[in-house]
């Protein structure tokens, strides 16, 4: 097709930064299809039915119009060059019909001159019209949804007709309309400001905190899923407790986590759970901002409202999303908002109102969609527990979401490390035997303070409290008296530590070890003493780190099945005995390999890497 080589020719032009933009920018829709090998295959992919059904709902109202004004003008080139055929007389037979249908120009493939597309909508001569078409265009070609041909014509997607036809763009608006301003303002606009910027700010901590206590109860006790797919009620209502919030707002939290890839489903012989990953413990070492990052990112792009449960469904979490209107309408929403006067703050404007201003931002996904109110109302709720609203009035928070990206956080990260303070590094002891950090403790502080402490409350200032049985669980973990008063005396903010929590680490260690339990794989048995001597002088066996605990008794370090084999190696022969004391008939184990699946697809390799290769075909 010529649309598909123009819009080939176009993306051979850019360089593998601006390819890389491009394939990152459509990462959602093109992840259903097998990763291109060449460019004419991206082309293809990029103007698929299948991918213009998800893209078009992330287009505003001038690009839409654009495209929609575009695509009638090339059909009627189209319909003049090739005139279409008169309807067959009544009674023709059902293959006349058939043929007169199909020679219908339904396809927009012909190319139309610029001017052609300008005039179409009422933007023929300078003014603010043309100049929105002007931007519009210049998006169309940056997302590869229109290209244009060596003489300056525009070409659109075949299809666009076809996925339009069914929506009533209205009459083409150059510019976003703006929300009202509040008939009277309880405060004048600094005071506002300051406001909405305080409840983010306690929004964001709050989040922090629950966030902190939600992966780590997950940490200590993975949640186990139903049979059927998602977190069972009980399990909702365990979490929810722990990490001190709703159950709808745990939901939204499981939900963000597991699209942050802190979390992970992974099958055990018992069912699939959820636990953290690996991430999980790089997230630790972070800052509170920091650690937020993945989750409000995940959140712009999540294919669900975890919070909304309509038409009586079970509420559940952990569930792949099929909600593909949802990062659409938060978008608008938001942009919406952002559009504010800046006096409105504490003065939410009526949903319809609201919902009317945002369809210019996403026309596709709020005209017309069906329980739009309710799903409005769910994620202006979300978004205000994400710190990203506050007082009805978008935060600088939200502000800084929508000019970030998954692959630019930047405006995300300085907006959080300007809003949450830095983490502590010490702590304010006290002779009750508790520790005080009065604001968020650094990971290497409270890993410290968790180790040898119960931690007792949450909020701006968290509490520890020492007690025999924290103090002796550092002390298992294989710190010794001296070396953790050390610790806690550097991280005291008050100087010396207090006498009773000195006396209570002592005292502790004291009893500490008085009886050891030794840690065994087998033991070796014989009567022969001579026999249990050489055993644990070979040096073939050091491996095994034999120890003689008896004159007649080996402790192995290795489990049997490993003593055994190093024995035979050696020279040996030994025997395998059970508990009772008599003697055990070895089988040879069957092995069996393990079922792979498919290799991975080419699809996860970075956005760069596959630009490159795509232009070096």
């Given at each position: 097709m010529e649309g598909l080589d123009t819009l080939t020719r176009s993306l051979a032009q850019r360089t593998p930064e601006e390819l890389a933009a491009l394939l990152a920018r459509h990462a959602e829709a093109l992840s259903r299809r097998p990763a291109p090998t060449r460019l004419r295959e991206l082309a293809t992919a990029l103007w698929s039915y299948e991918t213009l059904h998800h893209t078009v709902l992330h287009l505003d109202h001038p690009r839409l119009q654009l495209l929609a004004a575009t695509a009638r003008v090339s059909q009627d080139l189209a319909r003049r060059a090739a005139p279409v055929p008169a309807v067959p007389?009544?009674?023709?037979?059902?293959?006349?019909?058939?043929?007169?249908?199909?020679?219908?120009?339904?396809?927009?493939?012909?190319?139309?001159?610029?001017?052609?597309?300008?005039?179409?909508?009422?933007?023929?001569?300078?003014?603010?019209?043309?100049?929105?078409v002007t931007a519009a265009l210049e998006l169309l070609y940056e997302d590869g949804?229109?290209?244009?041909?060596?003489?300056?014509?525009?070409?659109?997607?075949?299809?666009?007709?076809?996925?339009?036809?069914?929506?009533?763009?209205?009459?083409?608006?150059?510019?976003?309309?703006?929300?009202?301003?509040?008939?009277?303002?309880?405060?004048?606009?600094?005071?506002?400001?300051?406001?909405?910027?305080?409840?983010?700010?306690a929004a964001a901590s709050t989040l922090a905190a629950t966030l902190d206590r939600l992966l780590a109860s997950l940490a200590s006790q993975p949640a186990a899923l139903r049979k059927t797919g998602g977190l069972a009620l009980r399990e909702i209502k365990?979490?929810?407790?722990?990490?001190?919030?709703?159950?709808?707002?745990?939901?939204?939290?499981?939900?963000?986590?597991?699209?942050?890839?802190?979390?992970?489903?992974?099958?055990?012989?018992?069912?699939?759970?959820?636990?953290?990953?690996?991430?999980?413990?790089?997230?630790?070492?972070?800052?509170?901002?920091?650690?937020?990052?993945?989750v409000l990112t995940a959140w712009a792009t999540l294919w669900s409202i975890p919070t909304y449960t309509p038409f009586g469904e079970t509420p559940t979490a952990l569930v792949r999303g099929e909600d593909r209107h949802a990062p659409a309408l938060r978008h608008a929403l938001l942009k919406a908002l952002s559009t504010a006067p800046a006096d409105a703050a504490g003065h939410l404007p009526d949903l319809p109102v609201l919902l009317d201003a945002a369809a210019w931002h996403r026309p596709l996904a709020?005209?017309?969609?069906p329980l739009a109110e309710d799903r409005a109302t769910h994620i202006l709720d979300e978004a205000a527990f994400l710190a990203l609203t506050a007082h009805g009035a978008l935060t600088p928070l939200g502000h800084a979401l929508l000019a970030a990206s998954p692959t630019d956080p930047a405006p995300l990260s300085d907006a959080l490390r300007d809003l949450l303070p830095q983490p502590l590094q010490q702590a304010h002891f006290q002779a009750d035997l508790t520790a005080v950090v009065p604001g968020p403790p650094s990971a290497a502080l409270a890993d410290l303070l968790t180790s040898a402490a119960d931690r007792e409350s949450e909020g701006h200032a968290v509490t520890w409290r020492f007690t025999p049985a924290s103090v002796r669980r550092a002390l298992d973990s294989g710190r010794d008296a001296t070396d953790l008063l050390d610790a806690l005396t550097e991280a005291s903010a008050t100087g010396p530590l207090p006498q009773p929590l000195t006396y209570l680490v002592q005292d502790a260690a004291r009893a500490h070890g008085r009886m050891r339990v030794l840690p065994t794989g087998c033991c070796i048995r014989s009567d022969d003493e001579a026999l249990v001597r050489e055993l644990a002088a070979h040096r073939a066996l050091q491996a095994l780190g034999l120890r003689a605990i008896a004159p007649t008794v080996l402790i192995s370090a290795q489990p049997p099945a490993a003593t055994l084999e190093a024995l035979r190696d050696a020279g040996y022969a030994p025997a395998l005995e059970f508990e009772s004391g008599t003697a055990s008939v070895e089988r040879v184990p069957r092995h069996r390999a393990a079922r792979t699946g498919s290799a991975p697809s080419d699809q996860v390799n970075k956005p760069l890497a596959l630009a490159r290769r795509l232009l070096n075909a």
């Open positions: 007389a009544a009674g023709a037979d059902y293959q006349s019909l058939m043929a007169h249908r199909l020679s219908f120009p339904d396809l927009a493939a012909e190319p139309v001159p610029a001017e052609e597309a300008y005039r179409a909508l009422g933007a023929a001569g300078p003014g603010p019209a043309r100049e929105a949804l229109a290209a244009p041909t060596e003489d300056g014509a525009i070409v659109v997607p075949p299809r666009i007709p076809q996925l339009l036809a069914a929506h009533d763009l209205g009459v083409f608006a150059p510019t976003a309309p703006r929300l009202p301003a509040p008939e009277a303002a309880s405060r004048e606009t600094g005071a506002a400001m300051a406001s909405v910027q305080g409840e983010s700010q365990r979490l929810a407790k722990a990490a001190g919030t709703t159950e709808a707002r745990t939901r939204l939290l499981l939900d963000l986590v597991l699209a942050a890839d802190l979390i992970a489903l992974t099958r055990t012989p018992a069912g699939i759970t959820a636990a953290p990953t690996g991430a999980y413990d790089d997230w630790l070492a972070q800052t509170p901002g920091e650690r937020l990052v993945p709020v005209s017309g969609e």
